[in-house]
């Protein structure tokens, strides 16, 4: 029922921008929280992101340092990893997470895809 469908991701050079992109179906974004987390090979995966449903508040995790911004669409029920000035260490497979009003933990995933950042 639910899907979530994450694009955008490749390779790009450190310093360089890419904006990642999760589809949602099933599901209403506007009510529901979504995030994007990431892992890298051998590591744990990682929260990056995430926006809320009602007031529309966004955070992200410390390594982010202001160079990743996390925003959605309503009408296009997508929301969005906007990646400026990446870094070698962001290399990894980036997942959308979403989770409905009430519950803590998210229960719908995407599959990824892979961010490639070369020096």
């Known amino acids: 029922q639910v899907q979530l469908v994450e694009s955008g991701g490749g390779l790009v050079e450190a310093g360089g921008s890419l904006r990642l992109s999760c589809a949602a179906s099933?599901?209403?974004?506007?009510?529901?929280?979504t995030a994007w987390f990431r892992q890298a090979p051998g590591k744990e995966r990682e929260f990056v992101a995430d926006?809320?449903?009602?007031?529309?508040?966004?955070s992200n995790a410390n390594f982010v340092k202001g160079r990743f911004t996390i925003s959605r669409d309503n009408a296009k029920n997508t929301v969005y990893l906007q990646m400026n000035s990446v870094e070698f260490e962001d290399t990894a497979v980036y997942y959308c997470?979403?989770?409905?009003?009430?519950?803590?933990?998210?229960?719908?995933w995407g599959q990824g895809t892979q961010v490639t950042v070369s020096s």
């Open positions: 926006i809320t449903w009602g007031r529309y508040t966004t």
């Open positions: 997470a979403a989770v409905r009003v009430g519950v803590q933990k998210y229960t719908y």
């Open positions: 099933g599901l209403a974004l506007g009510s529901a929280g």
